[in-house]
């Protein structure tokens, strides 16, 4: 019987695993408009993640506790090592950085009332802080970072904490972006620049050029705020060990370690695709080098980069981490990517689940835009609730995983209670290949 559709003289054709479509479309991009390409979103190559950890629930060996009647603790405080007031959450899952400018005041409400709902945090990002954000903040951190746009002493008193921005996990070593298209009176003003034209956040503090320099600007900020307020430095991972260590040796009260799966409102494709670690790689040595200082727990840190789920909160926490921040995710939860938006994505050349070009301002969720038109339809009431619905999954999520592991406190997750799918997250991570009592590199093997 023979194939009358099929000419079997001829192959298929067949791609290039180096230049593949995509590959090619970046080079003709590039060939065409000799400009390099800019977006938002995070990292999209697939990175070894939280799914490569499973935990080990409890049977023979380990007792589970009973959900509908013993307690699992998640709270936690930040900033005990020297704030007079450091920061009591009844959630381990803060809200990430992201900028009032790349953000719509809307959205900036939506994520501080959602956070306050559930008794954690949000954070202000670059630019300043907004009434909006700080009169429906319960607990608002306050982003210090090269720029210094917006920064003065009466928002640094208003705050709840103080983050020290040197690094961003989708970019460590560079600085940010905000495109004319965005910047509209408003975010202008606060920034004290020019309204319509492109602002550059630099990629290194004006205030210091090295750790010693930073003890001082820590100790400054201390000195503003009556040592009231807890102190984050926040990295990019690259070299957690060393980075995470010289910012403990400058007096921070938390640490705030974020991979390259971190979300970013814009900045260079090269920049996000290649430079940095992933989360699952840089959490093993910042809480190494904490351990060494004798510190651990002492100075809390804070995870981020790709945190999607509650398993992803307790494996973060089963690794050493204190808290975790989400930042995309709480984009998607407000209504970024919504499938029902699919049309008006196609009128920008994109599909939900794809969408990056938020530095464009033309988000029709309402989101990543200082349109007023597109900003108005979202509701921050309505996107306040969604917002706390999702992390009260988060956290239940977790403590059902901590349960299971007959854990009382999702704290008490611990290395012990994981193992690695792959060999790159046992290598990563130290924790032994699933089926055996091995890892890549363990002594004695």
Request: glycine share 12%; aromatic share 6%; with cysteine.
């Amino acid at each position: 019987m023979t194939d009358q559709h099929h000419d079997f003289t001829k192959t298929e054709p067949r791609f290039s695993s180096t230049f593949d479509p995509f590959t090619i479309s970046q080079i003709q991009r590039a060939a065409s408009t000799g400009i390099y390409d800019i977006r938002g979103g995070g990292t999209k190559r697939k990175l070894p993640h939280f799914d490569d950890l499973l935990f080990l629930g409890a049977s023979v060996s380990r007792y589970p506790l009973e959900g509908y009647r013993e307690r699992c603790g998640t709270e936690v405080v930040l900033g005990t090592r020297f704030a007079k007031k450091p920061i009591h959450l009844k959630t381990p899952v803060t809200i990430a950085g992201m900028s009032f400018g790349a953000l719509s005041a809307q959205a900036k409400e939506a994520l501080g009332r959602g956070a306050s709902a559930v008794g954690t945090s949000t954070t202000t990002g670059d630019g300043g802080m907004t009434p909006e954000e700080r009169g429906h903040s319960s607990t608002l951190v306050y982003q210090y970072l090269p720029s210094r746009y917006g920064m003065n002493p009466d928002d640094l008193r208003r705050a709840d904490a103080i983050e020290v921005v040197i690094g961003q996990g989708a970019k460590p070593g560079g600085g940010g972006m905000l495109l004319g298209q965005k910047i509209s009176a408003r975010v202008a003003k606060m920034r004290d620049l020019p309204e319509g034209i492109d602002q550059r956040s630099a990629c290194r503090h004006p205030d210091w050029t090295g750790p010693d320099d930073l003890e001082i600007k820590i100790e400054e900020l201390r000195e503003i705020t009556n040592w009231e307020k807890p102190i984050y430095v926040k990295v990019g991972a690259s070299r957690p060990y060393y980075d995470i260590s010289l910012a403990v040796k400058a007096g921070a009260d938390v640490v705030v370690l974020d991979g390259m799966q971190g979300g970013t409102a814009a900045t260079q494709e090269v920049f996000i695709e290649h430079v940095g670690l992933p989360i699952l790689a840089a959490i093993r040595p910042a809480v190494q080098a904490l351990q060494d200082l004798g510190l651990h727990r002492k100075v809390q840190l804070i995870v981020s980069g790709g945190i999607r789920t509650g398993a992803d909160v307790a494996k973060a926490l089963a690794l050493g981490a204190d808290a975790v921040a989400i930042g995309t995710a709480a984009l998607i939860a407000l209504g970024d990517q919504n499938p029902e938006l699919a049309a008006e994505y196609a009128k920008l050349g994109s599909v939900p689940g794809a969408y990056d070009d938020w530095q464009d301002g033309r988000d029709p969720a309402g989101i990543t835009t200082q349109d007023p038109a597109l900003a108005a339809r979202l509701d921050p009431i309505v996107g306040g609730r969604r917002i706390a619905n999702y992390l009260s999954v988060l956290t239940m999520e977790a403590q059902t995983i901590a349960r299971a592991c007959g854990k009382s406190h999702v704290h008490n997750l611990e290395p012990e209670d994981l193992v690695a799918l792959t060999m790159e997250a046992a290598a990563m991570t130290r924790l032994p290949l699933a089926g055996t009592d091995w890892y890549p590199g363990k002594a004695g093997f």
